[in-house]
């Protein structure tokens, strides 16, 4: 699967796989770019000095964010002025979720949630939860994501146990 978010890349027996917010999807694929598009014909382009702003920012966000799994880790790497990197061991991801509006169900773009047992991050308790938003193909990276997490978790030893 190769897309413009979602690059797998078979360099090595261990591929990485690169993600990022899709600028287009925002915009063609959600009812907010939506929504954007239609404020500004509607309105002759007035609506412009508005969302063009908007635009520029959302595309400059998602430019200089990335996001990609190698090895047992998921590396983040964000910022525009001030650049942060993170990574997370893979076996302590608790959860993956997508969530999907009524439009982006449409084109199979949607928002990666993770929650982590990492605690460097923000997030309540000991926990850190990060939000990946018009990720274009979320349900294949979640899976290949999940399947990480699980063979991680295996070499490692982790089990996860609940307590209430």
Not at 9 to 34: P, Q, V
Not at 68 to 81: K, N, Q, S
Not at 86 to 100: C, T
Not at 154 to 163: A, I, K, L, P, S
Request: glycine share 8%.
């Amino acid at each position: 699967m190769a897309t413009a978010a979602f690059r797998d890349t078979r360099a090595n027996i261990s591929h990485t796989i690169e993600f990022r917010s899709s600028t287009k999807a925002f915009l063609l694929k959600s009812a907010t770019g939506w929504f954007m598009i239609a404020i500004t014909l509607l309105t002759l382009g007035g609506a412009g000095i508005v969302t063009l702003p908007i635009l520029a920012f959302k595309v400059l966000t998602n430019r200089t964010s990335l996001y990609w799994l190698e090895g047992d880790r998921l590396f983040m790497r964000r910022g525009i002025l001030m650049r942060s990197e993170e990574e997370i061991e893979l076996y302590r991801i608790k959860d993956i979720k997508v969530h999907f509006s009524l439009v982006q169900q449409f084109f199979g773009n949607g928002d990666l949630s993770v929650i982590s047992s990492d605690a460097t991050g923000i997030g309540e308790g000991r926990r850190t939860t990060f939000q990946i938003n018009n990720v274009e193909d979320a349900r294949s990276l979640r899976e290949e994501l999940r399947s990480r997490v699980e063979a991680a978790r295996r070499r490692v030893g982790v089990r996860e146990y609940d307590v209430a």
